[in-house]
C-alpha cells in the first residue's frame, strides 16, 4: 500500500511541476500568452461562445493563476504526506 501511495505522490508531483513551471514563466512575461490566445480566438471563432477578447482574456488568466495555486498547494500536500508516510512507515503493511 505504502509503494502505490508514493507512486501516485511521484505523478501527481511530477504534473504539478508540470503545470507550475510554464505557469510561472507566463506570468512574468504574459505578452507571448496574450498574442497566441488572441491568435487562437480569431481562428477558433471564441466570439461564437459570446465573449469578446478582454472578457476571454481574463478568463485565461484566472485559469492560470488557478491552476498555479492549485499545483503549489498540491505540491505542498505531497510533499508534508510524504513526509509523515515516511515518519510512520510502521502503520503501513507490505501486504496488498
Known amino acids: ?3 502505490w501511495l508514493l507512486v501516485n505522490a511521484l505523478v501527481s508531483f511530477i504534473f504539478s511541476i508540470i503545470i507550475l513551471i510554464p505557469g510561472i514563466a507566463l506570468l512574468f512575461n504574459p505578452e507571448s500568452f496574450i498574442k497566441n490566445l488572441e491568435v487562437f480566438m480569431n481562428q477558433s471563432g471564441a466570439s ?3 465573449l ?3 472578457e476571454m482574456k481574463k478568463v485565461a488568466m484566472a485559469e492560470l493563476w488557478f491552476l498555479i495555486i492549485f499545483c503549489f498547494l ?3 500536500h505531497i510533499i508534508w504526506t510524504y513526509r509523515l508516510v515516511k515518519q510512520n512507515a510502521g502503520y503501513f503493511s507490505d501486504e496488498a
Open 74 to 76: 498540491l505540491s505542498i
Open 52 to 54: 469578446s477578447n478582454d
Open 48 to 50: 461564437a461562445i459570446g
Open 1 to 3: 500500500m505504502k509503494e
